[in-house]
């Protein structure tokens, strides 16, 4: 039997605590401890006791030593990563990082730790997204005479154009006049890519119910990631090598 991956997650926010809920639920995983940045007093996972750490209070170096594992998952802020950097580097532990605001200098910072580890960063995370956008990127090679139009709808609060949509856009080479945004109600998030051929017309959609698809996502890079070696990958990079070796198979 595989032993379980031993698994630290830093960030216990909205993200990080849905990602918790999917972490200790799945037998592949051994969640060792949530890190955030500070606790008042010891703090638990409500349905698993699994310790909440204050960062603050117990350094990272401090956390690894006491409590050792094999991946750190983060879900909190851009700065954590150089609080952790040089021990993950030193203890070669690997790494995803779902952080979305990184700076291109913390993507180089990042980049120069996969000489030591494995390690990830994805700023969408989302396994259905990011097939979508692998698989339309695809059909965009295959018919580049289609018509591509993105429609991307959200709870009525957001205001600004959806970087998911915009990261299609981006990958289609179609501009952002291509994206239609429809604000209403609550909807997580929806998007859809719509080829229109001569004589038909293809759609592919995706739509977010729960936050808890972040772990989903999160739990798919770890297990892909530990089969590879050193090195800096990107969610494209751990799908696309699961698609060629399942092709192979055919
Ligand atoms: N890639 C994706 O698909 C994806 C999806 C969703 C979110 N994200 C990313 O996930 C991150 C969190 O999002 P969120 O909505 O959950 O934010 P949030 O609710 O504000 O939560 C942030 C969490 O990070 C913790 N934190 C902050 N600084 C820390 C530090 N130095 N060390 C350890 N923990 C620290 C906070 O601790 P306290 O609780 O003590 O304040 C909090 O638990 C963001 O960077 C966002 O871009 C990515």
Known sequence: MTPKLRVGLVGYGKAGSAVANVLSADPRFDLRWIARRSTPESQTHPATNIPIIGIEQHPFAELLEQYPVDA????????????????????????????????????????SLGVYTRVLCSPNITLGINFLIVAAKLLRK???????????????????????ARKIAET????G?????????????????????????????????????????????????????????????????LIQHELKKQ
């Open 172 to 175: 289609l080479e179609v501009g």
């Open 72 to 111: 750190l998952v983060d879900f909190s802020t851009p700065d954590s990563l150089r609080a952790y950097g040089s021990e993950i580097a030193r203890r070669g532990i690997m790494l995803v990082s779902a952080i979305s605001a990184y700076t291109d200098d913390d993507l180089a910072y990042a980049r």
């Open 142 to 164: 295959i018919a580049p005479f289609a018509d591509v139009e993105i429609v991307e709808q959200h709870f009525k609060e957001k205001p600004e154009v959806s970087g998911t």
């Open 177 to 241: 006049e291509n994206i239609t945004s429809l604000r209403l109600g609550g909807i997580v998030g929806h998007h859809e890519v719509i080829f229109g051929f001569p004589h038909q017309t293809v759609r592919l959609t995706h739509d977010s119910i729960r936050r808890e698809a972040f772990g989903t996502g999160a739990a798919f890079a770890l297990t892909q990631l530990a089969q590879c070696d050193k090195g800096f990958y990107t969610f494209d990079d751990l799908l696309l090598q």
